[in-house]
């Protein structure tokens, strides 16, 4: 698995780590974005926590990088359970 580091089911993720929680779907139709995910997967900072369909990623900053999980949760309900 070339460039993807695959991890157990459940991570954690500190609110305050969080840039943007984002819907897979409609924030790849921008090019942007799809360079910025193709770039962050060349450089190993891309986690898959689930191997369901991915339907959000989120962008953290940790240790002064940035990572980029894909989850099978929606961004609505990730949005949800962060501010809570």
Do not use: C
């Amino acid at each position: 698995m070339h460039g993807k580091r695959f991890y157990r089911r459940m991570e954690i993720v500190k609110y305050r780590d969080i840039i943007g929680i984002f819907d897979l779907e409609k924030a790849t139709l921008s090019k942007k974005t799809k360079d910025f995910l193709a770039h962050a997967t060349k450089e190993g900072r891309v986690i898959t926590v689930s191997y369901e369909m991915p339907k959000a990623f989120i962008v953290t900053i940790q240790a002064g990088k940035t990572i980029v999980y894909i989850s099978q949760i929606s961004a609505a309900t990730l949005k949800k359970r962060a501010s809570q």
